[in-house]
T-cell receptor, first 109, second 115 residues
Framework: QKEVEQNSGPLSVPEGAIASLNCTYS??????FFWYRQYSGKSPELIMSIYSNGDKEDGRFTAQLNKASQYVSLLIRDSQPSDSATYLCAVNRGNQFYFGTGTSLTVIP | DTEVTQTPKHLVMGMTNKKSLKCEQHMGHRAMYWYKQKAKKPPELMFV???????INESVPSRFSPECPNSSLLNLHLHALQPEDSALYLC??????????????FGEGSWLTVV
């Protein structure tokens, strides 16, 4: 069983729509949860971190964590073409960070 | 801007060459990482240093040799690489693990091409 699972997509949404990205993790001992954005040819960039159950909002981004269901999601409101990238979900236990395979998002103008 | 700096950004080396990738962070983090990433794949962990000591080696071939000279620096020495080792090599750092809030930050990466 993989530590972190994501739907690889590709996911396409029109400009201005809400993009919804989902992730599940296998180990209930996971402590911290992250979403990274990676543009083609670039390194992963942290966009959201979440540590406790519930929602966390930062601008157009909202991360949601449900530890009982072992589920993390990212909502991107008012999607822009510049949001087109691969989104990596990651979880942390101690010094180990486990990454999902990423979801490719395309925002269509 | 990332506070993890990697050099060089691009490296082309022959299979008989010896080269090194360098990484520096000034965030006071005590854990540093090397990841390898191939196209359309997630980052793949290679090594973790914790308090300047190698704590995790994910069965990486010996042609990759990590070194952590001090808490701010991390090197990856490369020797006798194969073309399939061509990839983006990512350095990262985090606070020492074990508590909620530990976040990993990546450098911009070093693109390695082995010819």
């Amino acid at each position: 069983q993989k530590e972190v699972e994501q739907n690889s997509g590709p996911l396409s949404v029109p400009e201005g729509a809400i993009a919804s990205l989902n992730c599940t993790y296998s180990d209930r001992g996971s402590q911290s949860f992250f979403w990274y954005r990676q543009y083609s040819g670039k390194s992963p960039e942290l966009i959201m971190s979440i540590y406790s159950n519930g929602d966390k909002e930062d601008g157009r981004f909202t991360a949601q964590l449900n530890k009982a269901s072992q589920y993390v999601s990212l909502l991107i409101r008012d999607s822009q073409p510049s949001d087109s990238a691969t989104y990596l979900c990651a979880v942390n236990r101690g010094n180990q960070f486990y990454f999902g395979t990423g979801t490719s998002l395309t925002v269509i103008p | 801007d990332t506070e993890v700096t990697q050099t060089p950004k691009h490296l082309v080396m022959g299979m008989t060459n010896k080269k090194s990738l360098k990484c520096e962070q000034h965030m006071g983090h005590r854990a540093m990482y090397w990841y390898k990433q191939k196209a359309k794949k997630p980052p793949e962990l290679m090594f973790v240093y914790s308090y300047e000591k190698l704590s995790i080696n994910e069965s990486v071939p010996s042609r990759f040799s990590p070194e952590c000279p001090n808490s701010s620096l991390l090197n990856l020495h490369l020797h006798a690489l194969q073309p399939e080792d061509s990839a983006l090599y990512l350095c990262a750092s985090s606070r020492q693990g074990g508590s909620s809030g530990n976040t990993i930050y990546f450098g911009e990466g070093s693109w390695l091409t082995v010819v």
